[in-house]
């Protein structure tokens, strides 16, 4: 499984996702949206303005922190 957290710095809902992430033991990789041009054009095709933006692999995805979508991944990989 493939996840990535496109985020922005000093954002508390993108700190939560990835507390959640690893508290569940998801691993995932993190972008930062205000150094990483193709990934804001990227997030901003998929129709997202708000961070964090989770990405799994390439077709599964969310805005904001979810708790809901952080447990169903927890559930896939287990």
Not at 19 to 41: F, M, Q, W
Not at 44 to 55: E, K, M, N, R, W
Request: hydrophobic share 35%.
């Amino acid at each position: 499984m493939n996840v990535t957290v496109y985020s922005k710095p000093g954002c508390q809902q993108c700190k939560f996702t990835c507390r959640s992430l690893d508290h569940a033991g998801i691993p995932y990789d993190v972008v930062d949206l205000t150094i990483n041009a193709a990934a804001l054009e990227y997030v901003q095709d998929l129709g997202y303005s708000q961070a964090p933006i989770v990405v799994v692999n390439d077709h599964h995805h969310w805005s904001g922190f979810n708790p809901t979508e952080i447990e169903r991944l927890k559930l896939a990989i287990q």
